[in-house]
């Protein structure tokens, strides 16, 4: 599958079940982050964060489709201080 209708498939998906329910469609993503994590610490984290940044901009920004979404990370953020 390419790169395009792969970050346009959450869109694609709830515009079908809009048109086969009739109601908007609630997304969750979890862990979202760990994807991110793992493309870091093996070298593919600039293709990894543009596939993620389409994948949200199709599916959460323009999405006509969307009643709601929610996102969630599990990794802890780790704070310094100095």
């Known amino acids: ?3 395009v209708l792969l970050k346009d498939s959450l869109r694609i998906l ?3 079940l809009l048109k ?3 109601q908007q469609t609630v ?3 979890d862990e979202y982050d760990v994807s991110l ?3 870091y610490r093996f070298g593919y984290y600039d293709d990894m964060s543009d596939f993620i ?3 949200l901009t199709q599916a959460l ?3 006509d489709s969307l009643y709601f979404a ?3 990370g599990c990794l802890r953020i780790f704070v310094r201080h100095f």
Do not use: E, Q, W
């Open 1 to 3: 599958m390419d790169d």
């Open 20 to 22: 086969h329910y009739g």
């Open 14 to 16: 709830s515009r079908l």
């Open 37 to 39: 994590d793992k493309a």
């Open 27 to 29: 997304i969750l993503i």
């Open 53 to 55: 940044r389409g994948l």
């Open 61 to 63: 920004k323009s999405n």
């Open 70 to 72: 929610v996102l969630t």
